[in-house]
């Protein structure tokens, strides 16, 4: 069973990317993380496609970052790493086509790098957002980075040093800019295929021009912050065995704070 599944209506010019792995909570994992790359570039080249929904398969979970049993081996030099959700996102694959992204469940981790190259966010009522990074031993770079622009400086702060401490609501989501549209629950997928039908049915150029014109607002700073997160990994992070045996006391529930 495919791990990604795209249905794409030829007459809204609207496609729906969606990550299938609800037994996984949509958690992604090296293989399911080149599939994404691929259909995002393949996007670029079909002209039937207008606009895209991403969203997550079930109702607990839009995606939960990186799979934790994925095997990713890492390079010994200590100026770089393998990250396999780098490319992952539109924006990273050069499709400058709009994007929407529609979250059911938790969205966490990983899963920020899908939204944050979203054009924006449509979530359900019970939608949480946090990132889990530092309560496991590891750096929140790409996800706070891809946060910060769109969240005020200080819930990104917040989300990202409190760990699975805390989880950010809906509600607060939409309050703080990180989403654009609240839905009853289930209601995500349908309100963002809307809105994705309506920017489809306008002309190709003009809302593609849109979509670059507001990402250059950003792009300089954006770039320059991205540029750094490989280095701040690298130097930051716990080894593996060390996040393995804090996810696992975690999970058994021996996991103690002050």
Sequence with gaps: MSALRT?????????????????????????????????????RFDDTVRAVVVT??????????????????????????????????????????????AVNGMACGGAFYLLGEAEFVVADEHATFFDPHTTYGMVSAYEAIHMAQRMPFGEVARMALMGTAERVSARRAYETGLVSELTAPGGALAAAVRAAETIAAYPTEAVQGTVRAVWSAKEAARTQALAHAPHLIAL?????????????????????TR
């Design 7 to 43: 249905t794409t209506d030829k007459e809204s010019g609207v496609a729906v990317l969606t990550l299938d792995r609800p037994e996984r909570h949509n958690a992604i994992d090296v293989r399911t993380a080149a599939r994404l790359a691929q259909t995002w570039r393949q996007f």
């Design 56 to 101: 997550g398969a079930g109702e607990q979970a839009f995606c939960t970052g990186i799979d934790r049993d994925a095997d990713v081996p890492q390079p010994a030099s200590p100026y770089t790493i393998d990250d396999p959700l780098i490319a992952i996102g539109p924006k990273a694959n050069d499709l400058w086509k709009p994007v929407i992204a």
């Design 236 to 256: 930051g992070n716990l080894p593996p065995d060390r996040q393995a045996e804090l996810f696992t006391r975690r999970r058994s529930g021996d996991f103690r």
